[in-house]
C-alpha cells in the first residue's frame, strides 16, 4: 500500500482530511462519494490522520515486516527515539520499558539520542562555517519532502545531512555489523519513507511507530509489571535526548538562540512550517537566519503518538527523563564515543521531484468562482470549509481537477436550500397526488366491487340459461362456458370441468369436431360472424351462432338444441313464416290467374300457422272423443311426412 491511504467504506465525506491535509495531496472527484490520497504528492506528515472521524485514514503497516525480521537468524537492533519518554508516561520506570522491547525478540536496544547528539554537532560545524548561504535543516522528513515537491528551488538550501534516525542507524551498523537488521521505533510515520530512501550502512530495515509498538505489546503479552529492569544498550546518549522538542537538537551541541546574536530560527506545527519556507524562499536575503523546522509541533506530537496526548505533559516527560540521564552520564565516556563515530559520513543529497500543478487559465477560474456564487469574492477572502485558505485557492483547486464544487460549504448549503424547497413543493404535489391517488383507489375498488358483482351475476345468469354458451381466445382457448355447453359436449368434458370449473383455459380443438373448431377459426381470423347454422354434434342438431367480441380476440358462440321442445316450436313457427312469405311473394305473381284460389291457399296456411301457435303442432290436447295422438309421423322440423 501507499504511505498513507483512505478506506472507501469508511469515508462519509466530512471533507477534514481535505482541510488538514497542507500540500492538498487528497483529492475528491466528481462522482465519487470517498476521498483519496495521491501518493505522489503526499509528503508523510500524518496531519489527516487523527482529525477523520471515521478512522477511515490509515499508514503502512510494519508489524508483520517487523516480527519477519525478528524470526531471522541475523541480529535484530532496536534504536528507539527519545520522545518516547512522553509517549510511555504510563510506564514508571524507563528500565522497564528497555526490557519490554528486548521481550518482543530484539539482541539490542539503542537510543537515536546519541544520532542527535552526533547530527547536532554536524550542525553546530555547518552554521560556525558560514559561507554566506543560509539552511533549512534535515532532520524532518516531512519538511524535506514538502521543499523537493513544492520548493524544489530551495533544495540547494537543505542542509546535508541525514537525520539522527539513520544517523544512529550508521552508528549501530558499525557496532554490530552489516548484516544486522536495523528496526527504528518513533512517533513519525514519514520516516517509513525516508527509510527507504537509504541502502547499505544507511539502511533501516522497518519502522514502528509507538501506536504500532503498544499493538505487539499487547500482542504478546508483554506489560511492565512482568519484566526486569533493563538499560538501553551503549553508546548512551546526552542532550540529544532534548531532540523531541523543536529546539532540542541546538540545546545538545550549545549552538546559540540568543535572539541578538544567534543565527537560527525555530518553527514548529504545520502552518509555522507552511509559512517559513514560503518566507525563506521569498526573502531570505532580508530574513538571514538558518530555519530549523518540523512539521508537528516538534516530534512529541508525531501522527504515530497515541491520540489525545497533551503536547506540554509530553514536553515536561522528555525533560524530566534528560535530566535523569545528565545525571548519572559518563560525559568522559560519551566524549570518546562521540570521537569514534563522528567521522562517519553523514552527508546526504535531494532530488527534485516536483509535484507544483501548473496554474490554471483565469478564464476556468472565473468559471468555477462563478458557479459557487464567489465571482464578486476578494482573492483574500475564504471561509476555510472546503480546506483551501480562500475561495480562489479552491476554485484553483478544482479547476486542477483536486477538489469538487460540492466542498464549497456555502455553495452547498445554498444548493440545500433550493433543494429543500424545490422538495417541499414536490411534496406538496405529492401530497395533492396521493390525496387524488386514494380517491382513485376507492373509486377504483368501489368499481372494482361493482364489476364483480356483475360479473358474478351475469356468470349465474350465463349459467341458467337453456343454451349453450362458449366465450374463446385468440389462441381458441376457453375463457369461460356454462353448464349447458359442457352437458352438449359430453361425459369427458364432465370430467375435465371438475378439475377445471368451466373449461377455463382447455383447448377447444380438443373438444369440439374439427368442422366446428374450423367455423370458431374462420370467425376470429375474419370478424364475419356465423348466424343460425345448423350443425350436428354427436347426435345432436344444434343451432351455432359464432360472433366477434373484439377484433381477432375474443368471439362467443351460442348452441340451441334444436330438439329442445321450445326451441323446436320456436323454430317451427320462423320457418313456416318464412315459408309464406315466400309462397305469398309467389301468389302475388299468379294472383291474378288464380284468383279466389290465392285466398283459399293464405287461408289455409294462416290456420296451420294459428294450428301451432295455439300448441297443436307440439303436443297433443284431448277432443271430444278423448284423448288421440295425431296420425303420422313428424321430422325434426315439424312437417308431416
Known amino acids: 500500500m501507499s504511505l498513507v491511504e483512505i478506506i472507501p467504506e469508511k469515508c462519509d465525506l466530512s471533507y477534514s482530511c481535505v ?45 508483520e515486516k517487523t516480527r519477519q525480521l525478528l524470526k531471522s537468524n541475523n541480529k ?38 546519541f544520532g542527535a547528539d552526533l547530527i547536532a554537532l554536524k550542525y553546530k560545524e555547518l552554521f560556525d562555517n558560514f559561507k554566506g548561504k543560509y539552511y533549512i535543516t534535515s532532520n524532518c522528513h516531512a519538511v524535506v519532502s514538502h521543499v523537493q515537491k513544492y520548493h524544489p528551488d530551495l533544495i540547494n538550501n537543505m542542509a546535508p545531512l541525514v537525520s539522527p534516525t539513520i544517523a544512529t542507524a550508521k552508528v549501530v551498523r558499525k557496532k554490530y555489523g552489516h548484516d544486522i537488521h536495523v528496526v527504528y521505533i518513533g512517533p513519525c510515520i514519514d520516516t517509513k519513507e525516508e527509510a527507504g530512501l ?41 542532550k540529544g535526548s ?9 540545546q545538545a551541541a550549545d549552538i546559540d538562540e540568543d535572539l541578538l546574536t544567534s543565527t537560527v530560527i525555530n518553527g514548529s506545527g504545520k502552518v509555522n512550517t507552511m509559512n517559513a519556507v514560503k518566507q525563506f524562499e521569498d526573502g531570505i536575503a532580508q530574513i538571514k537566519h538558518h530555519f530549523n523546522l ?60 516536483d509535484q507544483r500543478i501548473e496554474a490554471p487559465s483565469e478564464k476556468k477560474i472565473q468559471e468555477v468562482l462563478k458557479a459557487i456564487g464567489k465571482e464578486d469574492a476578494d482573492n483574500n477572502v475564504g471561509c476555510s470549509a472546503c480546506g483551501y485558505d480562500t475561495c480562489r485557492d479552491f476554485a484553483t483547486a478544482v479547476s486542477k481537477g483536486l477538489a469538487k464544487t460540492e466542498m464549497c460549504l456555502s455553495y452547498t448549503l445554498r444548493n440545500r436550500h ?44 350465463l349459467q341458467k340459461l337453456p343454451s349453450a354458451v362458449v366465450i374463446i381466445d385468440k389462441n381458441l382457448k376457453i375463457i369461460q362456458s356454462n353448464k349447458t355447453f359442457i352437458d352438449h359436449l359430453g361425459e369427458e368434458a364432465e370430467s375435465i370441468n371438475e378439475v377445471i370449473p368451466g373449461l377455463v383455459g382447455a383447448d377447444l380443438k380438443t373438444l369440439v369436431p374439427h368442422n366446428i373448431y374450423n367455423l370458431f377459426s374462420h370467425v376470429l381470423n375474419n370478424q364475419q360472424n356465423i348466424v343460425n347454422r345448423d350443425i350436428h354434434l354427436k347426435e345432436k342438431l344444434l343451432n351455432l ?42 301468389v302475388q305473381q299468379i294472383g291474378y290467374l288464380l284468383g279466389e284460389g290465392a285466398s283459399e291457399t293464405e287461408k289455409m296456411l294462416n ?29 325434426p322440423s315439424g312437417h308431416e311426412q
Not at 29 to 56: L, M, S, T, Y
Not at 428 to 444: D, M, N
Not at 554 to 580: C, H, L, N, T, W
Request: charged share 30%; net charge negative; proline share 4%.
Open 76 to 113: 535484530t537492533v532496536a534504536i528507539v527515539a527519545p520522545s518516547i519518554s512522553g509517549e510511555f508516561d504510563d510506564i514508571e520506570d524507563y528500565r522497564k520499558f528497555v526490557q519490554m522491547i528486548r521481550e518482543l525478540g530484539f539482541d539490542h536496544v539503542n537510543e537515536v539520542s
Open 242 to 250: 532534548l531532540f523531541p522538542i523543536s529546539n532540542g537538537l541546538f
Open 545 to 586: 351462432s359464432i360472433f366477434t367480441i373484439k377484433k381477432g380476440k375474443i368471439v362467443g358462440a351460442v348452441f340451441r338444441d334444436m330438439y329442445a321442445p321450445e326451441i323446436r316450436k320456436e323454430q317451427v313457427i320462423k320457418r313456416v313464416s318464412e315459408v309464406i312469405d315466400k309462397n305469398l311473394e309467389m
Open 294 to 353: 518540523f512539521f508537528c509541533e516538534g516530534c512529541l506530537m508525531g501522527p504515530g503518538t497515541s491520540p489525545g496526548g497533551k503536547k506540554y505533559n509530553r514536553r515536561s516527560k522528555v525533560i524530566d527523563y534528560a535530566n535523569k540521564r545528565l545525571e548519572h552520564i559518563d560525559k568522559s565516556h560519551w566524549e570518546e564515543e562521540i570521537a569514534k563515530y563522528y567521522d562517519l559520513d553523514f552527508t546526504r543529497s535531494f532530488h527534485n521531484d
Open 418 to 461: 433550493e433543494y429543500i424547497k424545490a422538495l417541499r413543493t414536490t411534496n406538496e404535489k405529492l401530497a395533492q397526488t396521493q390525496k387524488a391517488l386514494k380517491e382513485s383507489e376507492q373509486k377504483a375498488r368501489k368499481e372494482k366491487q361493482s364489476a364483480k358483482e356483475a360479473s358474478e351475476t351475469i356468470n349465474a345468469m
Open 19 to 63: 482541510r488538514e491535509c497542507p500540500v492538498n495531496a487528497i483529492e475528491v472527484k466528481v462522482n465519487k462519494d470517498f476521498a483519496r490520497v495521491i501518493p505522489e504528492r503526499c509528503i508523510g506528515c500524518g496531519q489527516c490522520i487523527h482529525v477523520c472521524p471515521q478512522h477511515a485514514i490509515v499508514y503502512e503497516d510494519s508489524r
Open 607 to 635: 290456420s296451420i300457422i294459428e294450428f301451432y301457435q295455439s300448441g297443436q303442432g307440439e303436443e297433443n290436447k284431448p277432443s271430444e272423443s278423448g284423448n288421440q295422438k295425431p296420425s303420422g309421423n313428424q321430422n
Open 198 to 238: 537509504y541502502e547499505d550502512e544507511n539502511r533501516i530495515d522497518a519502522v514502528l511507530t509507538f501506536i504500532e509498538l503498544r499493538q505487539l505489546f499487547r500482542e504478546f503479552n508483554i506489560v511492565e509489571s512482568k519484566v526486569e529492569y533493563s538499560d538501553f544498550d551503549p553508546p548512551i546518549g546526552y
